[in-house]
């Protein structure tokens, strides 16, 4: 790709970052039933392991987290792109470079969406 595609892409991941995450603190702070706390309904534990999943249940919070793993994952990985670039300056090393981010960016988001889909789907009754 052209470098002025991956960077309108870079600038668009870090709007759909903003977008993504505010939906995600929405969802797990500010969408509580009406006789509890955000503290009561998400963020506490109450004494069993996976007491924080019910929480991922929620399709809206599942699709935010996933984006915002893609959005995050491209953001970050193109940015150190962009860092490696400037710190090494042969036509090889830019191969290189490209090639492992693209093998790192691949095992984030598998690792990440295998995490949400099993957090969603555990996750309360």
Known sequence: ???R?????HYLTGLGILVSGTIHV???FLTVPANLTAWES?????GFQ?????VYRNLALALSLEILLI???YHGLNGLRIILYELFQGRSARTYVKYALFAIGALLLIYGTRTIIIAHSIGGP
């Open 26 to 28: 929405y969802v797990v």
């Open 50 to 54: 996976f007491a924080i999943l019910p």
């Open 42 to 46: 998400t963020l506490s534990f109450d």
């Open 1 to 3: 790709m052209r470098e």
């Open 71 to 73: 959005c995050t994952t």
């Open 5 to 9: 595609t991956l960077m309108i892409m």
